[in-house]
């Protein structure tokens, strides 16, 4: 009995192209997803820059989301039900100076100050591949956002290693009817 040689290896590698293919295709983190960013900070003083543009500049080095800009949440939040973005970054007026206070008081800050100095996020959770993919980058971001406060500030800025603050306050998530 002869055996085509021919036929027994493509039966053989039609599985492993079928999933190179595959994870060329559909394996890719989405890029290109556009987030909502409502940015009320003013900054504090006349030495410190609003530390909210810090971490919009981290965020947009991650490479996978375009910020779209707001003047307030009720219309940040209207574009992600209507499925133009996937969700809302929102920093309040005081993010600087609340940041400064609460890095200074760390254990000891008002909620007033604890809510101030965080950055506020709600995303819609109707893709749960792009919602792991904001939440990844929104982590990445504040890892560098608070580097680069440490590099630039660090006279000011008192945050002890081993210490983790958590400046990131994830909201319910936006309800979105459908999308297209």
């Not at 590698?13 to 909502?36: E, K, M, N, V, Y």
């Not at 969700?87 to 000891?108: A, E, H, M, P, Y």
Request: with cysteine; aromatic share 10%.
């Amino acid at each position: 009995r002869r055996r085509n040689l021919g036929f027994l290896a493509f039966e053989f590698l039609l599985p492993s192209i079928q999933i190179i293919l595959f994870c060329l295709a559909i394996g890719r983190d989405p890029t290109g997803i556009h987030i909502g960013i409502v940015n009320e900070d003013i900054g504090c003083t006349d030495f410190f820059h609003p530390f909210s543009s810090t971490f919009t500049r981290c965020l947009s080095e991650q490479g996978h989301e375009t910020l779209v800009y707001f003047n307030n949440s009720q219309s940040a939040t209207q574009a992600v039900r209507e499925g133009k973005t996937w969700g809302v970054i929102r920093f309040d007026q005081n993010f600087t100076c609340d940041f400064l206070d609460r890095s200074q008081k760390l254990f000891s800050a008002s909620n007033a100050t604890i809510d101030g100095s965080s950055i506020h996020v709600r995303l819609d959770m109707t893709d749960q591949q792009i919602a792991l993919v904001l939440q990844q980058d929104i982590v990445q971001a504040y890892s560098c956002f608070l580097n680069k406060l440490l590099d630039e500030y660090a006279w000011a800025i008192q945050i002890k290693e081993n210490t983790t603050v958590n400046n990131i306050a994830l909201s319910p998530p936006i309800q979105v009817a459908s999308r297209t």
